[in-house]
């Protein structure tokens, strides 16, 4: 079992709808979370950390966590063209990435 | 400057040649990563330096990789008689020594091509 999986998609979701991406891990005993988000060609940049159990608000980000399932999510509320990347999913101990959900928001 | 640092930023080199490349992290930040990363892939864990600890060197795919780094400065990755399969961006990060180190800030990688 890989460490960190998330589907990799391509998810495509309509502009001002809610993109939701899933992550889970397999090391029950990570405690730091976070979610990355990639442009194409570019390096990845953080927009997300998530240490502690439920739901932590970013503006029209949302990061969810369920250390018991071993899950981490992503919501983007309110998708714009602009949310259109990799977002890839982290955990600490030597943040081990995830192979990254692409999302694609139409216009 | 102010973010990490990586150079070159484009390296075009012949199959059996090595390759040094370069990181910059930013002031102050104990902890150094190195990815690497392939065409339309995801990010694979090379090696980790935190502090003066021993390296964690568990990402590094063969013994034609190495990197090394002075104190909490620049760290040099080498991949000695590179193959075409090397080729891909290598992503270098670096974190604070905060609690929660695990943010990471990437510089612009090296985008290497083996040919």
């Known amino acids: 079992q890989k460490e960190v999986e998330q589907n990799s998609g391509p998810l495509s979701v309509p502009e001002g709808a809610i993109a939701s991406l899933n992550c889970t891990y397999s090391?029950?005993?990570?405690?730091?979370f976070f979610w990355y988000r990639q442009y194409s060609g570019k390096s990845p940049e953080l927009i997300m950390s998530?240490?502690?159990?439920g739901d932590k608000e970013d503006g029209r980000f949302t990061a969810q966590l369920n250390k018991a399932s071993q899950y981490v999510s992503l919501l983007i509320r309110d998708s714009q063209p602009s949310d259109s990347a990799t977002y890839l999913c982290a955990v600490k101990t030597t943040v081990i990435f995830g192979p990254g959900t692409s999302l694609s928001v139409i216009p | 400057g102010a973010g990490v640092s990586q150079s070159p930023s484009n390296k075009v080199t012949e199959k059996g040649k090595d390759v040094e490349l370069r990181c910059d992290p930013i002031?102050?930040?104990?902890?150094l990563y190195w990815y690497r990363q392939r065409l339309g892939q995801g990010l694979e864990f090379l090696i980790y330096f935190q502090g003066n600890s021993a390296p964690d060197k568990s990402g590094l795919p063969s013994d034609r990789f190495s990197a090394e780094r002075t104190g909490e400065s620049v760290s040099t990755l080498t991949i000695q008689r590179t193959q075409q399969e090397d080729s891909a961006v290598y992503l270098c990060?670096?974190?604070?020594?905060?609690?929660?180190?695990?943010?990471?800030?990437f510089g612009e990688g090296s985008r290497l091509t083996v040919l």
């Open positions: 990060a670096s974190s604070s020594p905060a609690v929660f180190s695990g943010e990471l800030f």
């Open positions: 090391d029950r005993g990570s405690q730091s």
């Open positions: 998530i240490y502690s159990n």
């Open positions: 002031s102050g930040h104990t902890a």
